[in-house]
């Protein structure tokens, strides 16, 4: 009943930004927590970054300092803002956003956005 999706994926040089977007169908983001996740190929797929609805963060130790969370509720937007970008986080990154509504649990994916970072 939701769905979510990405954008602002691209090829960036290393050292460079980038900032992902995630657009929610409806509004979901002000009532559970939102995240950012990423997949290499061949690796699992690693959290990057929450964001609950009280705007408490988590960032995994890799990208701390470098990337951003955020999210904008009037406007069904999640954000990840990426800077000082290596190769290391070329990655397919994920939107999500989970909690309850009327007592279901739901756990909504975009369809990812490609980042690729040249070496």
């Known amino acids: 009943q939701v769905q979510l999706v990405e954008s602002g994926g691209g090829l960036v040089q290393a050292g460079g930004s980038l900032r992902l977007s995630c657009v929610a169908s409806?509004?979901?983001?002000?009532?559970?927590?939102m995240a950012w996740y990423r997949q290499a190929p061949g690796k699992q797929r690693e959290l990057v970054a929450t964001?609950?609805?009280?705007?408490?963060?988590n960032y995994a130790d890799s990208v701390k300092g470098r990337f951003t969370i955020s999210r904008d509720n009037a406007k069904n937007t999640m954000y990840l803002q990426m800077n000082s970008l290596n190769p290391e986080d070329t990655a397919a990154y994920y939107c999500?956003?989970?909690?309850?509504?009327?007592?279901?649990?739901?756990?909504?994916w975009g369809q990812g956005t490609q980042v690729t970072v040249s070496s």
């Open positions: 964001l609950t609805s009280g705007g408490s963060t």
């Open positions: 999500n956003a989970h909690g309850t509504v009327l007592r279901q649990e739901y756990d909504y």
């Open positions: 409806r509004n979901i983001f002000a009532i559970g927590v």
